[in-house]
């Protein structure tokens, strides 16, 4: 190349050839972005089912049993995607954890959850519902299962793709009972059942709620209201912990590790008594220490409150991994069980590849596809912060064992969502009140016009109208779906 050739004008043309390389390259790489989490999801799903012929082999039923691994992969995919944002969305909210540390700290202790803890016993999601001897036969069966599975999935892909979070039990639920319907008629379901799962839409939301709520008008009246902020939190955040760390040892115990140890009602709460008298102690010289230096405002307040955060979001996932890995593959369970077996009336065991199948798809639903309801159920129902957060995640183990005690149906997902709203409503009440004390205090003040008083509510209304009718909607639409599958599905022989 000759120095005529490198002439200003000449580099200016190739800088411009350079640039729009450069921009068609962005662009592609623009387009391609939304694919790659699809694309790695439907690896895992092919994978899911290539793991169904390696354990089953030649048979004259595995396309069956195939089919089925490849819907429990997608409902596990969608699982991630949808439920575990109710663990991590409050600490990410609230800036205790970013979205990396959630997903990584979530998939560890999903997982965890689901392998060493996850039920082998599905009796409710198989047969608590609709009786199998109502399905007049196996095959009967295989396909009311197939339809509850695909049904509940598609239901849960689309609430997650509007920013619902939806409980994926009663998805599943309502996919039994629509197959039920039409497979065995009005008579094979358990009414008793449905009405207590209904009843839980408004249980559920509302313990959450007044939980939270209760436990954020404790922390303002004796820390944030205090004048001395710094000294209210070294006597009380001690006690918070221990009252945290008690509660998650008996939550932990009934729901998370009930497959491996059995404990009722009175032992575990007893033990939680003791773990959180110890982690009260503990915590006194801890809070002691971390207070020293700490100016005398809210914003101090937030370092005592965040290391409790970060452990009920992990103790929280490793529960729900152990209970809600059920929703993915007890069905597909149940099927695997009843092509092999030919018998409706054993109990569903979940084998270990069934298992793993459950807990990574859950991973990776959480990971590709996760952080969009994290963010909103962190961030845009209403603002958290730490103290805040804390009072959702002590709200989800306490009113799951409140429940426990009273035997009321409860949703940990209605219950984690419903202790948001509880915390953003108590805010807006705690708010105004303090604004008419302060009215009363200066005669003559004038009020706040009604649109200003609009602007200032903490809570996004939409989300409450959204959310509400997603969750209403889940059983019905899961079940009509599901029985529209479920006499397309039926036509084929097993």
Known sequence: MSDKDLEP???????????????????????????????????????????AVMMLGQSSRMLVVVTAAVFGAYMALNIGANDVANNMGPAVGANALSMGGAIVIAVIFESAGALIAGADVVSTISRGIVAPEALDTPATFVWAMMAALLSSALWVNLATWIGAPVSTTHAVVGGVVGAGLVGAGIGAVQWNQMAAIAASWVVSPLLGGLVAAGVLWFIKSRIIYRDDKIAAARVWVP??????????????????????????????????????????????????????????????????????????????????????????????????????????????????????????????????FGPKLIRMVGSEITKLNPMRAYCVALSAAVTVILASALGLPVSSTHIAVGAIFGVGFFREWDAERRLKQARMAIPGEDSIPAEERRRRKLVRRLHVLTIGAAWVVTVPAAALLSALLFLILRQIPV
């Open 239 to 368: 006690v918070l912990v221990g009252v945290m760390s008690g509660t998650f040892a008996a939550y932990l115990v009934m729901k998370g590790l009930k497959q491996i140890i059995h404990i009722s009602m009175g032992p575990a709460l007893l033990l939680g008594l003791i773990v959180g008298a110890a982690s009260w102690l503990l915590m006194i010289p801890v809070t002691r220490r971390q207070s020293e230096g700490l100016e005398n405002r809210n914003k101090s307040l937030k370092v005592l409150f965040g290391i409790p955060l970060v452990a009920s979001a992990a103790l929280l996932s490793f529960a729900h991994g152990a209970n809600d890995v059920a929703n993915a593959v007890g069905p597909l369970a149940a099927i695997v069980q009843t092509v092999q077996t030919g018998n409706l009336n054993d109990d569903v065991t979940i084998p270990l590849w069934v298992m793993l199948i459950g807990a990574f798809g859950i991973s990776f639903g959480l990971s590709l």
């Open 9 to 51: 004008r000449h580099l200016e043309t190739l800088d411009r050839d350079l640039g729009r390389f450069a921009n068609l390259e962005a662009a592609a790489a623009y387009v391609s972005r939304p694919l790659v989490a699809p694309g790695i999801a439907l690896v895992f799903i092919i994978l899911a089912g290539l793991a």
